[in-house]
């Protein structure tokens, strides 16, 4: 299996920056899609931004576009969502996420928790007012 970890998360005040980072190994993690998802609390897990294995397909949730980057390492077993001019409702837990191409059937599928079977284990972003 892909073993996803993230870091990068805190607290900063409305309008700062983060970055948060995934650093992804396992046997099989060539040819994956990267994935960023968030959780506020009483909410479902929403998609935030996607990137492909080549970095050549990058899809990004409405409310993140503009202000969010998601990309990924040379080496592709690092990806990064950089995040600026954040308001207090980013905040939620930040899940990095993996599919395997195969789970990826048509282009609607990157945007569902269900396509992906790996997960980090979440890194909090608390954006104060």
């Known amino acids: 299996q892909v073993q996803l970890v993230e870091s990068g998360g805190g607290l900063v005040q409305a309008g700062g920056s983060l970055r948060l980072s995934c650093a992804a190994s396992?046997?099989?993690?060539?040819?994956?899609?990267m994935a960023w998802f968030r959780q506020a609390p009483g909410k479902e897990r929403q998609f935030v931004a996607t990137i492909s294995w080549s970095g050549g397909s990058i899809y990004y949730e409405d409310s993140v576009r503009g202000r969010f980057t998601i990309s990924r390492g040379t080496a592709k077993n690092t990806v990064w969502l950089q995040m600026t001019s954040l308001k207090p409702e980013d905040t939620a837990v930040y899940y990095c996420?993996?599919?395997?191409?195969?789970?990826?059937?048509?282009?609607?599928?990157?945007?569902?928790?269900?396509?992906?079977?790996?997960w980090g284990q979440g890194t909090q972003v608390t954006v104060s007012p």
């Open positions: 996420a993996a599919a395997p191409f195969s789970r990826l059937g048509d282009a609607k599928r990157v945007f569902s928790t269900s396509t992906y079977d790996s």
């Open positions: 396992g046997q099989a993690f060539t040819g994956y899609t």
